[in-house]
Structure formats: C-alpha cells, structure tokens
C-alpha cells in the first residue's frame, strides 16, 4: 500500500466504522428484521446490505459521480424516490399486526431486494459520495483509493451492522407480548423516518 493510502487509512476506516453503526435506514430495517424473524432468515438481508453497499462505493467512485456531475437533477430524483420508498417501509413497518412477526404473511428482504435497497438509500448515497469526496485525490491512482474505501466498508460494515442485527434477535426474546412488538414497530417506524429528515432538509 503507497503511503499516501497508509495516511489516510485510519481516518478512513474511523468515518467508515462511525457512519455505519450509527442509526440509518440500513440498521433500522436489520435490527427489524432480527426481532421479526431471527438470525437464519435476516442473514440474506444482513449479506445484501454488506456486499450491496461496499459495490455502490464502487460504482459511485468510478464513474457515477461523473454522470451526476452531468446530470445533477438525477441525483436529485433518486433522492426523492429513495425517501418516497423509506416512508412506504416506514408505515409498512407500523402496521406490522402482531401475526405478522411469525412470518406467516410477509418475508424478510433477499439479499438481492438488500442489496437494490442501497440505491434508493438517501444515507447510503451520502455515505458513498462523501467518502468518495473526501478520500480520493485526483494525482493519485483512484482505481485503488477507490477499492480502499470499498474495503473500508466491507469490513466494519459485518461487525457493525451485525451488532444490530444480533440487538434484533436479542429483543425477540424479551418482547413476547404482541402490544410489546406493536410498541416496537412503531418506534423502529418512527426512527427510520427521523434517519431520512436531515436528507430532507438538505433538499429543502
């Protein structure tokens, strides 16, 4: 590794550790999902969000940003859909019957369903674009910073949202009572929508 990847690679992976184990659609939906449904079946989900995100990196990194440098009203729109989407998995979430965490009427995500989710993830594209931003340089090989980043990711990424995800499993055990899971949809609900409104405001 050349040195001016040896530089910037702590920083690196303390902005990649501290945006992905905090609060954001990504580890709301897989803590969901834990409760809901257990480890076995989330792990599709939990794999679609740890390899999906790691390649949107990629993507953003080695061409997209230059489309969208392009097009910036793009950007936009795919902010909106991304937000339109949330809010639909938001009251989906909220109106989860108690029933329905048997996994008798709906499923979790695949982990193809995961992986797509990343594009239409407004902090997901924050994540990306800002990495991309702030830990390339243009007098260096950007192919490999760009890999850097995606590693990055790729490797918090497993322990931090698996941390949310066992969090999930965890609290299956304890909320027993169907007016206990109701309580916890609705907060979960309520917390993906709080993760999307600095993305609207930003917008405003």
């Known amino acids: 590794m050349s040195g001016e990847l040896s530089v910037i690679l702590w920083p690196l992976l303390a902005f990649?550790?501290?945006?992905?184990?905090?609060p954001g659609p990504n580890?709301?939906?897989i803590m969901t999902s834990g409760m809901n449904y257990?480890?076995?079946?989330?792990?599709?989900?939990?794999?679609?969000?740890?390899?999906?995100?790691?390649?949107?990196?990629?993507?953003v990194g080695l061409g997209l940003?230059?489309?969208?440098?392009?097009?910036?009203a793009l950007h936009d729109i795919i902010k909106v859909l991304?937000?339109?989407?949330?809010?639909y998995l938001a009251w989906l979430i909220a109106k989860s019957a108690p029933a329905d965490?048997?996994?008798?009427?709906?499923?979790?995500?695949?982990?193809m369903q995961s992986a797509?989710?990343?594009?239409?993830?407004?902090?997901?594209?924050?994540?990306?674009?800002?990495?991309?931003?702030?830990?390339?340089?243009?007098?260096?090989d950007v192919f490999l910073q760009v890999l850097v980043i995606a590693l990055a990711f790729l490797l918090t990424s497993v322990p931090c949202v698996g941390a949310?995800?066992?969090?999930?499993?965890?609290?299956?055990?304890?909320?027993?009572?169907?007016?206990?899971?109701?309580?916890?949809?609705?907060?979960?609900?309520?917390?993906l929508v709080l993760s999307i409104i600095p993305v609207i405001n930003e917008m405003i």
């Open 164 to 191: 949310w995800l066992f969090f999930g499993v965890r609290l299956k055990k304890v909320l027993q009572q169907p007016s206990y899971q109701r309580v916890f949809n609705i907060t979960m609900a309520l917390l």
């Open 116 to 140: 797509l989710f990343q594009w239409v993830n407004p902090k997901a594209w924050i994540m990306a674009t800002g990495a991309v931003a702030a830990y390339t340089t243009v007098s260096g």
């Open 82 to 87: 991304g937000i339109a989407y949330l809010l």
């Open 27 to 29: 580890n709301v939906m």
């Open 16 to 22: 990649a550790f501290s945006s992905t184990v905090t």
């Open 38 to 59: 257990g480890t076995r079946q989330s792990l599709p989900h939990f794999l679609g969000i740890c390899l999906g995100f790691p390649l949107m990196v990629l993507c």
């Open 101 to 111: 965490l048997k996994g008798s009427q709906t499923k979790p995500l695949t982990f």
């Open 65 to 72: 940003g230059a489309v969208f440098d392009l097009f910036p």
